[in-house]
């Protein structure tokens, strides 16, 4: 992740309930587009990890390399 991005946790609270989230804006002067990355079924968390397949931080890592 560049040092000029810095993650910040979020969330959006409605009447259902609360979606928490990780935001990374990187630093520019162009309009950047936006991507939304949705965790799989189950028990991924937002990071890409869960119990069966173990921690690999794969959407992490995913999220890292687009504001890169």
Do not use: C, F
């Not at 979606?19 to 991507?35: A, F």
């Not at 968390?45 to 390399?65: F, I, T, W």
């Amino acid at each position: 992740m560049t040092k000029s991005s810095t993650p910040a946790e979020v969330h959006i609270t409605t009447s259902t309930g609360t979606l928490y989230g990780t935001q990374i804006i990187p630093t520019s002067n162009l309009p950047e587009p936006v991507v939304l990355i949705i965790a799989g079924s189950g028990p991924t968390d937002r990071n890409g990890n869960n119990s069966l397949a173990g921690q690999n931080n794969s959407l992490k890592l995913l999220a890292e390399g687009l504001a890169d």
